[in-house]
C-alpha cells in the first residue's frame, strides 16, 4: 500500500513538473514587469539628467552629463540617452558676446548613457556648441546643430567621427529628421529659415523662408508636415514636408508668447508648442491648424513632450526649476516635479 501510494505521488509530481515546463515553454506563467515610462529632462545649469518615473510623477535619478546639456533623445532601440553638451557661455539675445569667458571646447559633445545602469558611457565630438540633435531611424548616424559655428555635422556613432560639416546659416538650433530618414531640416535663428538636407548625399536641397527667430522643427508620423516654432514672429509655420514647402503660419495668441519648444501626438492629430516667457502651452489641431486650446503652466516654458498613450504633456520650466505634467484630455496642470537648475529639454520613453 505505501508502495503504491509512492508511486502514485511520483507520477503527480512528474506531471505538474511537465505541466510547469511547457507553460513555461509557451510563455505562461508570471510575466515580467513591463519597463517604466521614464522622462528625462535635461538641466542646463546643473550639468545633469532628471530622470522621473511616469507611473509617480517623482524624480528617480540625477544623472551626470557634462557642461549645458539641452537637446535630449533617446536612441531608436531604446538602450541609450543621447544629450547634447557645450562648453560655450550662456549668451541670451542681446548679450555682448565680446564680454564673455572663452568656451571650453574640449566639454562640446553629444553624451551618451546607458539606460539600463544610468551611467555615463562616452562623449562624442560633435562640433562647436552642440545645441540639438536628430537621429537616424536606424541608430547609425546623428545630426547636430553647432549653435557658434553656424553649421550641421554628421556623427558616425560606430566610430565616433564627424564624418561631414554642412553650413546651414547663422545660430543653427532645431533639429528634426522626417520619419522615412530621408531629410534633415535644421532652423537657422539668425536667418529665419530651414535648411533641408538631403540625408543620402549630404547636401542642402532647399532653404525654407519661415519668421524670425525659429526654434524647433516636428515632424507628423506621416511625414507629411513639418511645424516650425518661431520665437521672435510668436507664431509656428507648417511645411509640406514632402514638397519642402510653406503652407501656412499659425499665430500664437497669448500674451507674450514666444514659441520654442514642440511635440506632436501620438497619433498625429495634435502638435503641442511651448511658449517660452509667455507661459503657456498652445494646442494645434493638425488637421485644421487652429490652434484648439491655451494651457497656462509657467514662467518659460521650453522642451515638451507627450507620452506614447498621448495621456500627458511635460514641459520643461526653467526659471521654476521644475518640469510641469498636463492631463492632455483636460488641459489641466496635475504637478509641479522639482528637477536640477533651468530644466530644458524633455525625452520618454519606456
Known amino acids: ?36 515610462l521614464l522622462v528625462y529632462c535635461s538641466n542646463e545649469d546643473s550639468n545633469n539628467i532628471s ?50 569667458p572663452p568656451p571650453d571646447r574640449a566639454a562640446d559633445g553629444v553624451a551618451i548613457i546607458e539606460r539600463a545602469s544610468r551611467k555615463l558611457v562616452k562623449t562624442l565630438r560633435s562640433g562647436p556648441d552642440p545645441e540639438t540633435f536628430a537621429i537616424s531611424p536606424d541608430g547609425a548616424r546623428i545630426f547636430v546643430s553647432n549653435e557658434d559655428a553656424s553649421t550641421a555635422s554628421v556623427v558616425d556613432v560606430a566610430s565616433g567621427t564627424i564624418t561631414h560639416t554642412v553650413p546651414v546659416g547663422g545660430e543653427p538650433e532645431g533639429v528634426g529628421i522626417t520619419p522615412d530618414g530621408r531629410y534633415v531640416y535644421v532652423t537657422s535663428e539668425d536667418d529665419g529659415d530651414v535648411a533641408v538636407i538631403d540625408t543620402s548625399t549630404i ?31 510668436a507664431c509656428v509655420s507648417v511645411i509640406d514636408a514632402r514638397k519642402h514647402e510653406l503652407v501656412g503660419t499659425i499665430p500664437i495668441p497669448d500674451a507674450g508668447a514666444k514659441p520654442m519648444g514642440a511635440a506632436v501626438s501620438p497619433d498625429g492629430k495634435l502638435v503641442y508648442v511651448s511658449n517660452g516667457r509667455g507661459g503657456t502651452v498652445s494646442v494645434i489641431d493638425a488637421a485644421t491648424d487652429k490652434i484648439v486650446r491655451s494651457i497656462t503652466v509657467g514662467k518659460r516654458v521650453w522642451g515638451i513632450g507627450v507620452t506614447p498613450d498621448g ?12 518640469v510641469a505634467v498636463i492631463d492632455a484630455a483636460s488641459g489641466q496642470v496635475l504637478r509641479q516635479i522639482a528637477a536640477g537648475s533651468v530644466p530644458w529639454g524633455i525625452a520618454i520613453a519606456r
Not at 512528474?14 to 515580467?32: F, H, K, N, V
Not at 547636401?203 to 524670425?212: A, D, E, N, S, T
Not at 495621456?311 to 521644475?322: L, R, T
Open 1 to 36: 500500500m505505501k508502495r503504491n501510494f509512492l508511486m502514485f505521488a511520483v507520477v503527480i509530481a512528474s506531471g505538474a513538473l511537465a505541466a510547469c515546463r511547457q507553460a513555461a515553454e509557451q510563455g505562461g506563467g508570471e510575466q515580467p514587469a513591463a519597463p517604466s
Open 311 to 322: 495621456k500627458k504633456i511635460y514641459v520643461a520650466d526653467g526659471p521654476s526649476n521644475a
Open 203 to 233: 547636401q542642402v536641397l532647399r532653404r525654407i523662408k519661415v519668421r524670425q527667430r525659429p526654434r524647433t522643427v516636428v515632424f507628423t508620423p506621416d511625414g507629411a508636415r513639418a511645424y516650425v516654432t518661431n520665437e521672435q514672429g
Open 51 to 100: 530622470v522621473i518615473d511616469a507611473s509617480t510623477d517623482s524624480v528617480v535619478a540625477t544623472i551626470f552629463v557634462g557642461k549645458r546639456p539641452r537637446g535630449i533623445r533617446v536612441t531608436p532601440d531604446g538602450k541609450s540617452l543621447l544629450v547634447a553638451v557645450s562648453g560655450s557661455p550662456k549668451a541670451p539675445p542681446g548679450a555682448d558676446e565680446s564680454k564673455l
